[in-house]
């Protein structure tokens, strides 16, 4: 069982730069979602999708897009990386938001 | 404007002995509440839950107590250990959401 997947594990960006986080779960979950998690801030959510072709804004969205084309994967682009984004993010999913949330191992970013 | 408070960044416990951690939130609107535990380089995994019906639950050696008119709820550890050392976060559903306080650094020291 893979559970959540998350690539690649570690990234580095220069201001400007765009890329894509990817994210992957095999549980057939509806809902997915991304989180950042900072140092004194806690678990901040991103964006999230309740299934597929629905996604809406979470906490922090600005500077992220994302999109749900399948239940499966729930990539998040960053259109201009700013070294305001550098930061681990999160991909997590569950069957509805009232279940318990199972989170993929992370994504290291900076941003230089 | 965090509604989900964890106001003590850090905890040491001798091992043994009980760990309590503190949550605070401020929408009497949340009725679903979680802890999640958090090891270095790996993502948050779940660990126990209550809904605002109850007021405590228990899991082996983790109960979680909620006291609704203060808006407080808290995590107790009997007996600590140190594979308990870890990030621990409180988050509470809030709709479609599921928003997360600052999380709390424990230590168990044996």
């Known amino acids: 069982n893979a559970g959540v997947t998350q690539t690649p594990k570690f990234q580095v960006l220069k201001t400007g730069q765009s890329m894509t986080l990817q994210c992957a779960q095999d549980m057939n979950h509806e809902y997915m979602s991304w989180y950042r998690q900072d140092p004194g801030m806690g678990l901040r959510l991103i964006h999230y999708?309740?299934?597929?072709?629905?996604?809406d804004q979470g906490e922090v969205p600005n500077g992220y897009n994302v999109s749900r084309s399948t239940t499966e994967d729930f990539p998040l682009r960053l259109l201009s990386a700013a070294p305001s984004q550098t930061s681990v993010y999160f991909c997590a999913s569950s069957y509805t938001t009232n279940e318990k949330l199972f989170f993929g191992s992370g994504t290291q970013l900076s941003v230089l | 404007d965090q509604q989900v408070k964890q106001n003590s960044p850090s905890l040491s416990v001798q091992e043994g002995r009980i760990s309590i951690l503190n949550c605070d939130y401020t929408?009497?609107?949340?009725?679903?509440f979680l802890w999640y535990k958090k090891y270095p380089a790996e993502g948050p995994t779940f660990l126990i839950s209550i809904s605002s019906i109850k007021d405590k639950n228990e899991d082996g050696r983790f109960t979680v107590f909620l006291n609704k008119s203060a808006k407080h709820l808290s995590l107790h550890i009997v007996p600590s250990q140190p594979g308990d050392s870890a990030v621990y976060f409180c988050?509470?559903?809030?709709?479609?959401?599921?928003?997360f306080g600052a999380g709390t650094i424990l230590r168990v020291k044996s």
């Open positions: 999708s309740v299934g597929a072709g629905i996604t």
């Open positions: 929408n009497s609107m949340f009725d679903y």
């Open positions: 988050a509470a559903i809030d709709g479609n959401k599921l928003v």
